[in-house]
């Protein structure tokens, strides 16, 4: 903090008396009882622009005494080039001027105010725009308020109109129910003995058997209508000239086929005694699995697919695919989730293995002659180096 300036240790600054200097600062407009009272900046700067005046002087305007000074400098360097080469070097001197331009920063109070009333500025806009979001906050929040008791209120009223729809139709379903009931009560038709209805039966039309020993027994549906000793195919077949579609598949399917068609729909079938007949039970494999085994070898040791396996796996939470490796238990557990058995195969199986399938060759061993190779361009005379 800048030590106070009284007006006696002014006037000792500015080599002036302190009678003089006080009028100089009556003249100036400022009124000061003693020569013990402080003298402020502003008061300073009042003091020395009427002495300016006074003594003819102008005064800058505030702008330009306000405005940051400037300091210009220019520098120039100098250095010696060589152009061409061998006979012809020349020297060629070059001048490179620089100029620098120094700005002096502000020290005044006038900036300081000014950062003063722009900071305020800001606070007060970032005030007003909190203001008008919690505003802004809660108008949405009472529309969400509002939107959400409208919904609720028209689900109540469908749930009641639904309500009652739901009560109308289960009414309305009981009666008709109660009234077909009734109609069944009161048109219920005779049953026989085993409960099937029966059916009317109609009478078959008379034949006149008095000339029956004149006419030759006929054949077909006419054959079945002059016979009248069976009622029941009488009156199936009375006045029926042609047989229908149905009629006549019956009838066809009722007559014997001759033995040989019957063998070979038979055979055509497959319901022969030599037919191929599926196993019941599941069959169960026990195989060897090492330390590592693919998901591939596993299944073709299970005699399944690929995929199945990687299936049992998954299920499992076993991410692998049929090309990749997995460990002796895993490959155990998925065996028994598929329903065969696993055992632990010795670290010399496979040693054990590929010498069970190298055969053993006996006999003598004789020397035969060299085989000989003839490599070479066609037409360029192979066949007649043979």
Same mark, same amino acid.
Not at 310 to 337: P, R, W, Y
């Given at each position: 903090m800048s030590q106070q300036t009284t007006i006696r240790k002014l006037a000792e600054l500015v080599n002036t008396p302190v009678e003089k200097l006080l009028e100089q600062l009556?003249?100036?407009?400022?009124?000061?009882?003693?020569?013990?009272?402080?003298?402020?900046?502003?008061?300073?700067?009042?003091?020395?622009?009427?002495?300016r005046r006074t003594h003819g002087k102008a005064e800058k305007p505030a702008e330009e005494a306000a405005a940051p000074k400037k300091i210009t400098l220019n520098r120039n360097r100098k250095q010696e080039i060589t152009v061409g080469g061998g006979k012809h070097k020349t020297t060629v001197d070059v001048v490179v001027r620089k100029k620098v331009t120094?700005?002096?920063?502000?020290?005044?109070?006038?900036?300081?105010?000014?950062?003063? &009333? $722009?900071? %305020?500025?800001?606070?007060?806009?970032?005030?007003?725009?909190?203001?008008?979001?919690?505003?802004?906050?809660?108008r949405l929040a009472e529309e969400d308020r509002r939107r959400a008791e409208e919904a609720a209120e028209r689900k109540r009223v469908l749930d009641e109109a639904q309500a009652a729809r739901v009560a109308a139709e289960a009414e309305a379903a009981a009666a008709a129910a109660a009234v077909v009931q009734? &109609? $069944?009560? %009161?048109?219920?038709?005779?049953?026989g003995t085993h409960g099937h209805v029966k059916p009317p039966r109609t009478e078959a039309p008379r034949v006149d058997d008095r000339n029956a020993h004149k006419h030759k027994p006929n054949r077909g549906s006419h054959a079945m209508v002059a016979d009248i000793e069976d009622d029941e195919t009488t009156a199936r077949f009375a006045g029926q000239l042609h047989l229908s579609a149905t009629e006549r598949e019956r009838r066809s399917s009722a007559r014997p086929k001759p033995k040989a068609k019957r063998q070979l729909e038979q055979t055509r079938s497959g319901g022969g005694q030599h037919g191929f007949s599926r196993p019941t039970a599941p069959i169960v494999r026990e195989i060897a699995v090492g330390d590592a085994i693919t998901v591939a070898d596993l299944a073709q040791k299970l005699a399944l697919?690929?995929?199945?396996?990687?299936?049992?796996?998954?299920?499992?939470?076993?991410?692998?695919?049929?090309?990749?490796?997995?460990?002796?238990?895993?490959?155990?557990?998925?065996?028994?989730?598929?329903?065969?058995?696993?055992?632990?195969?010795?670290?010399?199986?496979?040693e054990t293995e590929l010498l069970a399938h190298i055969e053993v060759q006996h006999g003598e061993k004789r020397l035969r002659p060299p085989v000989v190779t003839i490599m070479g361009h066609v037409d360029h005379g192979k066949t007649s180096l043979l």
């Open positions: 009556a003249e100036a407009g400022m009124t000061f009882s003693g020569p013990d009272q402080i003298v402020t900046s502003t008061e300073k700067m009042k003091l020395l622009g009427f002495l120094l700005v002096k920063p502000q020290e005044s109070g006038a900036a300081d105010s000014g950062k003063d &009333e $722009e900071r %305020a500025e800001i606070l007060r806009k970032l005030e007003e725009s909190r203001q008008r979001n919690v505003e802004e906050q809660q009734e &109609e $069944e009560v %009161a048109v219920r038709p005779k049953t697919k690929g995929g199945d396996v990687v299936k049992a796996l998954f299920k499992m939470g076993v991410m692998a695919t049929i090309t990749q490796t997995i460990d002796h238990d895993t490959a155990v557990l998925v065996t028994e989730e598929l329903g065969h058995k696993a055992i632990r195969a010795e670290s010399d199986d496979a």
